[in-house]
């Protein structure tokens, strides 16, 4: 099996993680929304949906375009920064439970969670979508998508983590 077709095999299993986190998220939000639960930062959404869309499909367009040369230890080390990320990113949803969310929803009256990676880190999950977003493209050098996609995701976090500082300060 070619490399292009390995890593077209990655992306898709991204894709249908990302599917599933949706699935959690949808959940999520009826249950957050039927508690009185407010959402902000609507705005930005549909961005963060397109720029992690245009993730996975850039590094696809790229790769099967370029068909770069790909050494075989960052092949290997990318490969384990995406596992590490996956692994931080479910951490984060089974730690935050009901309130972890694609969106930003404040319950009034709940509890901020510190239990966790948010032991250390005020917003862990980030951390792991920044790790993914280097990574995944660099299994295969799409160095491109990965570098385009750094940039963007940079403004597109700095509002997000705004709106959600601005969400958990509601729950202090």
């Not at 696809?60 to 490969?79: C, D, F, G, T």
């Not at 491109?144 to 959600?164: G, K």
């Amino acid at each position: 099996m070619s490399g292009e077709l390995l890593f077209t095999a990655l992306v898709a299993a991204v894709g249908l993680e990302r599917v599933a986190e949706l699935a959690v998220s949808r959940r999520n939000a009826a249950w957050s929304f039927a508690r009185g639960g407010v959402e902000l930062g609507r705005g930005h959404y549909p961005f963060m949906v397109a720029l992690h869309t245009g993730l996975l499909v850039g590094a696809l367009v790229e790769v099967w375009a370029r068909r770069p040369e790909v050494p075989p230890v960052l092949a290997w080390a990318m490969l384990v920064l995406v596992a590490a990320s996956q692994a931080l990113r479910w951490w984060c949803i089974a730690t935050l439970g009901r309130q972890w969310n694609t969106r930003v929803i404040v319950v009034p009256g709940a509890a901020r969670v510190t239990g966790g990676p948010y032991r250390r880190l005020p917003h862990p999950n980030y951390l792991a979508v920044v790790v993914e977003g280097l990574a995944l493209p660099l299994v295969h050098s799409a160095w491109i998508t990965a570098a385009v996609f750094t940039v963007l995701n940079a403004f597109l976090l700095a509002a997000r983590v705004r709106t959600e500082d601005a969400a958990l300060a509601r729950l202090a």
